[in-house]
């Protein structure tokens, strides 16, 4: 079970009042891209063993979507940020570094 | 013509010598209006205060006062509350003030069902069926809350220190109902608190 803090309303949440939305910072490749953006667009995913960067939503609460960063080993997570940024903030990067010096980096 | 009736029909109960301190009533029909826009904007303040006579509430907050009040919901939503009779007047109100400015007011006093908590164990009661934290201290006078009961959204909020509201969509009524009224029997006091 996660908890999660919604930095829309401020809820620390269970999970089970969010809906997951798959891996954050996705860049989207539309009508004009190659075949092989889209392919990679639409299917390939880091899957990573470690730090992992996701969308969710506050579902049943203020329905907002938001971003958090986690650990998929541990469960740990190490912070929650506004989904309008195309990537994580600085400090919460510095924060992920401190705990997981190994980590490669976003 | 057609009189409103709320989905579950007037049910209430209270709790016996050996049951929790708690009254549950079916809060009949109520008005409800959503209004979405920008929550810090003066004119959407001013509306508000004509429509429910309170100020726009801060996150998760409700503010109530003489039967009225305003749910925060979200960061660009409130829910309005005020007697069924008045929202389609107070709807119209809201939409003619607000003109030119990008907001969305709709009566939406049908889509749920109010159910009307009181007595000082209902804390007791809902964080049996909530994962919210309901500790004394945790969840004071003019909290709002939205979130699950199992499968079904809910959001409640305490007007006062022994008296709370809780909605949930129209046909999840007595489901809801009958979920708080067995969360509430006899023997069901957990005693955390
Ligand atoms: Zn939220």
Request: hydrophobic residues 40%.
């Amino acid at each position: 079970m996660l908890l999660l803090t919604c930095p829309h309303c401020g809820v620390s949440g269970d999970e089970t009042e969010f809906a997951p939305g798959g891996e954050a910072h996705l860049k989207r490749f539309g009508p004009g891209s190659s075949d092989g953006e889209f392919e990679t667009y639409l299917f390939y995913r880091r899957n990573p063993k470690g730090v992992h960067f996701e969308r969710w939503r506050h579902a049943f609460g203020c329905g907002k979507w938001f971003h958090a960063a986690r650990c998929t080993v541990t469960m740990e997570v190490f912070g929650t940020y506004p989904a309008d940024v195309t990537e994580p903030p600085a400090e919460l990067v510095e924060t992920i570094r401190a705990k997981r010096p190994e980590w490669e980096g976003f | 013509m057609s009189e409103p009736v709320s989905a579950i029909q007037g049910r209430a109960a209270s709790g016996n010598a050996k049951g929790l301190a708690i009254g549950l009533t079916d809060a009949g029909p109520q008005g409800m209006v959503t209004l979405r826009g920008d929550l810090s904007s003066p004119a959407l303040a001013a509306a508000v205060q004509e429509a429910v006579g309170v100020s726009v509430p801060g996150t998760r907050e409700a503010n109530f006062a003489g039967g009225r009040g305003a749910v925060w919901m979200s960061p660009d939503e409130l829910l309005l509350r005020l007697p069924y009779g008045d929202a389609p007047a107070a709807t119209a109100a809201i939409g003619k003030a607000l003109d030119g400015e990008h907001h969305l007011a709709l009566d939406v006093s049908d889509a749920r069902t109010v159910i009307r908590l009181t007595g000082e164990d209902v804390p007791e009661v809902l964080a049996k069926c909530a994962p919210v934290d309901l500790a004394p201290g945790a969840f004071p006078v003019g909290s709002a809350r939205r979130t699950h009961m199992g499968q079904i959204a809910v959001a409640f909020w305490r007007i006062a220190e022994t008296e709370w509201e809780i909605v949930a969509l129209r046909s999840y009524g007595h489901h809801l109902y009958d979920w708080l009224a067995a969360s509430a029997k006899p023997g069901g006091k957990v005693g955390v608190f």
